[in-house]
């Protein structure tokens, strides 16, 4: 088995949507080192690079992981796909006990952690105003089943009116499967403008999702 390079471990409630509800309490692992290292929305900068991890061993993690005692186990980053490989070792050490939520980018496809009844994705597509819109790949969302979410987050308008264009393209022309989030940029858009749109655009389809922890804990980055 591969070694996987961990930011930190920690137990806190799941702040984004996912297959295993917001506010869940869960057991999460952030994996260090990400591809879209300029993305205008990242809230984790401090785990960008390769360097700001350790190596650990899938035993090491697994036990560390244990210790805390939560059957949802969120990996996030980072970007965990970059670990693939790893990331499906360590969800088969661990086994049927526990269900896995995968926060990924939207620039990797999925090739390994994919359609398992235990792991739900959820994908970012990255809007115009990410600065990462070029480095989202089709492919990826493609594979997603109705366990899976794509997220997108809004700055503006204009974000909401590509967002909901890019969600029919993937429902429509791509296969993607998954349901659909949209969420406010903290401190750019108003949860209430974003509902507004919602109403305005007569989206029927979707999630509104605004990120509990942020509220909770205004805006801490420290690792609950």
């Not at 984790?44 to 244990?66: N, P, Q, R």
């Not at 899976?148 to 204009?158: A, L, T």
């Amino acid at each position: 088995m591969k070694n996987i390079n961990v930011f930190s471990i920690f137990s806190s409630l799941n702040g984004e949507v996912n297959l295993y509800h917001q506010g869940s309490q869960a057991t999460f692992l952030r994996l260090a080192g990400c591809n879209l290292s300029s993305c205008n929305w990242c809230d984790t900068s401090y785990a960008l690079k390769e360097t700001d991890g350790k190596w650990k061993t899938i035993e090491d993690v697994a036990s560390e992981i244990k210790r805390f005692d939560n059957s949802i186990i969120t990996i996030t980053g980072g970007e965990p796909l970059l670990q693939e490989e790893a990331v499906m070792d360590l969800i088969n050490y661990l086994g049927n006990s526990f269900v896995f939520s995968i926060e990924t980018n939207g620039s990797i496809v999925p090739r390994l952690v994919g359609g398992r009844r235990n792991v739900s994705l959820v994908m970012d597509w990255k809007l115009f105003s990410s600065g990462m819109e070029s480095k989202m790949n089709l492919d990826a969302f493609s594979s997603l089943t109705d366990q899976d979410f794509v997220k997108f987050v809004v700055k503006n308008r204009e974000d909401f009116e590509e967002a909901v264009w890019m969600k029919s393209i993937l429902k429509d022309s791509s296969g993607c499967e998954a349901k659909f989030v949209f969420s406010p940029v903290i401190g750019e858009l108003k949860p209430s403008t974003l509902a507004s749109f919602f109403e305005e655009y007569e989206v029927k389809d979707a999630i509104l999702n605004l990120q509990l922890h942020k509220i909770i804990w205004e805006n801490s980055l420290i690792e609950r």
